[in-house]
């Protein structure tokens, strides 16, 4: 948690294989991964991707409907999105099936 700076950071996935051949998942491949995470209400969020294959990045709220939606990111980022009166929100990572990434994520919290 940020103390004294504006930054909070609330999730951060390094390396993450996203097309990989999984036995359980459904079409045999995971290509799309979906994460949540705790926010503040009336503050903004902020996503940084860098990826080796362009990867779709969809934001959605505790409702899930999603505020922010994405596609072929290789670097960069996504927001400032509003997290309102969301308490939790959620982000999915998708690629085409038969594609392959790695991608690594940051997602901060900040005020608005």
């Known amino acids: 948690m940020a103390m ?4 909070e950071q609330v999730l951060k996935v390094e390396g993450l ?3 990989e051949f999984d036995p359980s998942a459904d079409g045999f491949y995971k290509n799309v991964q979906a994460f949540s995470f705790k926010v503040k209400k009336k503050k903004v969020i902020n996503i940084s991707i860098v990826s080796d294959a362009p990867v779709d990045v969809a934001v959605a709220n505790e409702k ?3 505020v922010s939606y994405k596609e072929a990111v290789r670097e960069g980022t996504v927001g400032p999105i509003p997290t309102g009166d969301n308490k939790e929100m959620g982000m999915v990572l998708g690629i085409y ?3 392959k990434a790695t991608v690594s994520v940051e997602v901060w919290m900040a005020r608005s």
Do not use: V, W
């Open 17 to 19: 294989a996203l097309g």
């Open 97 to 99: 099936p038969g594609d």
């Open 4 to 7: 004294f700076g504006d930054k």
């Open 64 to 66: 899930g409907a999603s």
